[in-house]
C-alpha cells in the first residue's frame, strides 16, 4: 500500500495502517476560531431550540450586566479614593495656612532696600556667568 499525502505510518502492521487511515480520512476538524467571520454563535442558532437560545440571550444578558456591574463598582472606588486624597490635601493645606499665618508675626521684617540689593548682586553673578559663557 503506498503512502498518499501527509499520511504516513512507518512501522506499524498492515491491519493499524488501514484502522488509523480509516480514522484520519473520516475525522473532519472545525475549522479555527480566527477564520470564523461572525460569532460563534451564529452557527449554532439554526440547530438550538427556541428555549435554549432564549436561555442562552438570558445567560449572556446577565454576564453582560454583571461585568457592568463590576466596572461601576470599580470606577465608583477610584472615584471615593480620589475624593479621600483630595480631602487629605485640603486638610494639610488649611493646616500648613495656619502655621503660615501664626509664624508671620514672628518673622523679621526685610526692608525693601535690602531685597533690592540681593536681587540686584544675584542679577550681576548671573550677568557675569552669561559674559563667561559667551
Do not use: Y
Amino acid at each position: 500500500m503506498a503512502p498518499d499525502g501527509p499520511l504516513v505510518f512507518a512501522g506499524s502492521s498492515p491491519a493499524n495502517v488501514g484502522f488509523a487511515r480509516t480514522f484520519w480520512t473520516s475525522a473532519v476538524l472545525p475549522p479555527p476560531l480566527e477564520s470564523c467571520l461572525g460569532p460563534a454563535t451564529l452557527e449554532r442558532e439554526g440547530t438550538l431550540p427556541e428555549s435554549e437560545k432564549n436561555s442562552e440571550k438570558e445567560t449572556l444578558l446577565k454576564a453582560q450586566s454583571m461585568e457592568k456591574t463590576k466596572v461601576k463598582e470599580k470606577f465608583l472606588q477610584q472615584a471615593r479614593r480620589r475624593e479621600g486624597v483630595l480631602a487629605l490635601q485640603r486638610k494639610q493645606r488649611e493646616e500648613r495656612i495656619a502655621k503660615e499665618l501664626m509664624s508671620h508675626s514672628h518673622k523679621p521684617k526685610i526692608k525693601t532696600d535690602q531685597v533690592r540689593q540681593k536681587v540686584s548682586e544675584a542679577d550681576l553673578m548671573d550677568q557675569e556667568a552669561v559674559k563667561a559663557l559667551k
